[in-house]
Antibody, heavy 123, light 108 residues
């Protein structure tokens, strides 16, 4: 069955760029599904960051805490979805999840999640 | 942005009893409402979508109801593995997709 696995540095310096990858295994990323990133600060709730379709433009959260800093892309050759978050601050410290779902006008729930990867922003 | 508000924040329940969690949307989301369960150190797991449809493999003791702005998740006869945090999420109006703040079901 399809599985998701996040990977990337667990420590990012303030003002640096947080870069994570989600590897889709057991199925093709080129499916009729969107792929999203969701984060969860320590002890807090879930925040949707953005989504992408395998051959479409990404959609990003308009949240002031994220706007203008997020970039999501797809690499079909490696079956991966990538997240880049620039100008990182301590407020970006969180567990970052890759999830299948979202979908813009298609509007689907997040039916599959990766285990998550913790990222700490600190010098 | 649609704001999702869950209540209560914490619910203390004895094993075998039932639990009812509420979720309110700041505007109608029709039936585009999902419920997730999250246990410590784990990713969220989809329980309910379309307000009332159980996801694959979810036991029948989990049920969802509601439409528009008011939704309910009921867990009948709570098992030890059901003590967790539950989130509602709307997928009607985007961006962004939004979640409730979470509701913890703890052992009484």
């Amino acid at each position: 069955q399809v599985q998701l696995q996040e990977s990337g540095p667990g420590l990012v310096k303030p003002s640096g760029t947080l870069s994570l990858t989600c590897t889709v295994s057991g199925g093709s990323i080129a499916s009729t599904k969107f792929w999203s990133w969701v984060r969860q600060p320590p002890g807090k709730g879930l925040e949707w960051i953005g989504e992408i379709y395998f051959n479409g433009s990404p959609n990003y959260s308009p949240s002031p805490s994220l706007e203008g800093r997020v970039s999501i892309s797809v690499d079909m050759s490696t079956n991966q979805v990538s997240l880049k978050l620039t100008s990182a601050t301590a407020a970006d410290t969180a567990v970052y999840y890759c999830a299948r779902g979202g979908g813009g006008a298609l509007a689907e729930p997040f039916d599959l999640w990766g285990p998550g990867t913790p990222v700490v922003v600190s010098s | 942005e649609i704001v999702m508000t869950q209540s209560p924040a914490t619910l203390s329940v004895s094993p075998g009893e039932s639990a009812t969690l509420s979720c309110r949307a700041s505007q109608s989301v029709r039936s585009n409402l999902a419920w997730y369960q999250q246990k410590p150190g784990q990713a969220p797991r989809l329980l309910i979508y379309g307000a009332s449809t159980r996801a694959t493999g979810i036991p029948a003791r989990f049920s969802g109801s509601g439409s528009g702005t008011e939704f309910t998740l009921t867990i009948s006869s709570l098992q030890s593995e059901d003590f967790a945090v539950y989130y509602c999420q709307q997928y009607y109006n985007w961006p962004p997709w939004t979640f409730g703040q979470g509701a913890k079901v703890e052992i009484k």
